[in-house]
């Protein structure tokens, strides 16, 4: 494994790509380096520890509780926040599988990806920024590739990892254990943003300038698994600012980041666009599941004018009018911001988000019914995803690493 975050005593082992640095990690320190730790295991009942402790200093014994330490709690370094508690392995509230690289004051964390019980992510905002993994239940967090210039989008199949460079306007990707040199797979001229992948193909989106500005360079790119070249002419957005997107097995979707947006849906065999929704004040996140596609209305303070935040639902069937599921007059806080979203599979089942203007991690029934709930509250949740019975976020700010909670 090729640059690996070990849990282990004060580790902090220099290599090639990027400078040595450790980050705290419950009570451990985390470093980076090549090949295996010293570490003797990162759960309970592995390298000849019982089941409930685990060996996270490197010293040959088996002298942490994963069953009941809050710093340790289910894998080494798995952090329970306060006010959590660890009771059979899992915080009683949310948990922090992972801290940021390169520093906590530094990470600045994106987009996030679950993958075969593996949690990958983008962070950074400038020329140093990395995407990294850590597994689901935390443990050893790898190290897929530093020096990325602000990675953004994030998505992984069996074939790899694939992401967006912003500032450097490239797709990238990696292989799953990053025993190889990341490599890019198409060079734009602008930004890149969204990525969205399955075992058959990959897409990506691209603005020809800022949020709202459409012009001859903005499209939703394809390339086709495993070796297809990049088509960047599979469906052209010139009237558009394309932003975050999302697939289903027929249609790739995306949002039209713009002050009277649209939120749209490009047939993969064809390249054949249909709009679903229009006239929403710069929509940023999307999601689906069988029957609906979810996003979240979010003006920022430098384009809000008077348009309002919301999360939003339209028919994939493009039956009916789009349905506001939420909006800030049904909070009780000031300044709500929602971001990134996520949808589970259950017909009576929840859409979640992440609100960075609070900041909170909310939930609410697909059908608009009820109010909202609060999962978590405090840091800068960004990217989000579900997993395995856990509602998973990264952290913008802070320590800029990946939280969970149970749902």
Aim: charge should be negative; hydrophobic fraction near 35%.
């Amino acid at each position: 494994m090729r640059h690996a975050f070990q849990v282990g005593l004060m580790l902090s082992v220099a290599v090639a790509t990027a400078p040595a640095c450790t980050s705290l990690l419950g009570d451990f320190a985390v470093g980076e380096g090549d090949g295996a730790s010293s570490s003797s295991g990162s759960s309970g009942g592995s390298s000849g520890c019982a089941d409930g402790l685990a060996d996270c200093d490197g010293d040959g014994k088996c002298e942490r509780s994963v069953d009941a330490d809050p710093l340790n709690c289910g894998a080494c370094g798995a952090m329970c926040l306060d006010p959590g508690t660890c009771r059979n392995g899992s915080c009683t509230g949310a948990t922090e599988i992972a801290r940021g690289y390169p520093t906590p004051d530094d990470a600045n964390g994106k987009h996030l990806f679950i993958y075969e019980d593996e949690v990958y992510w983008t962070a950074g905002e400038g020329a140093n920024g990395s995407v990294q993994k850590v597994p689901a239940r935390g443990g050893p967090v790898t190290l897929l590739a530093a020096g990325q210039n602000a990675p953004y989008g994030i998505a992984v199949n069996r074939h790899g990892v694939f992401w967006a460079n912003l500032n450097a306007k490239n797709i990238m990707s990696v292989d799953r254990e990053g025993e190889e040199d990341p490599k890019e797979i198409f060079d734009s001229s602008f930004a890149t943003l969204g990525v969205a992948a399955d075992d058959l193909e990959v897409f990506w989106s691209q603005r020809s300038g800022g949020i709202g500005v459409a012009g001859e360079g903005s499209l939703i790119g394809k390339i086709e698994m495993p070796d297809g070249w990049p088509d960047d002419r599979f469906h052209e957005a010139r009237d558009a600012s394309p932003h975050l997107i999302a697939l289903d097995e027929e249609f790739v979707y995306w949002v039209d980041r713009n002050a009277r947006g649209t939120v749209n849906r490009t047939r993969r065999g064809t390249g054949q666009t249909d709009r679903l929704a229009g006239n929403q004040p710069f929509p940023y996140a999307i999601a689906v599941d069988d029957a609906f596609v979810y996003w979240t209305n979010s003006p920022r303070s430098g384009n809000a004018g008077e348009a309002e935040a919301a999360v939003m639902r339209a028919r994939k069937d493009r039956s009916g009018e789009p349905q506001a599921l939420w909006r800030p007059a049904d909070d009780d806080v000031a300044h709500p911001s929602p971001d990134c979203i996520a949808v589970d599979d259950a017909p009576d089942g929840f859409v979640y988000w992440t609100d960075q203007g609070t900041p909170r991690v909310l939930r609410k029934r697909k059908d608009g019914s009820g109010r909202q709930q609060v999962l978590h509250e405090g840091g800068s949740p960004r990217g989000i995803a579900l997993h395995g019975g856990f509602v998973f976020w990264v952290e913008e700010q802070g320590s800029g690493g990946v939280r969970k909670r149970p749902l």
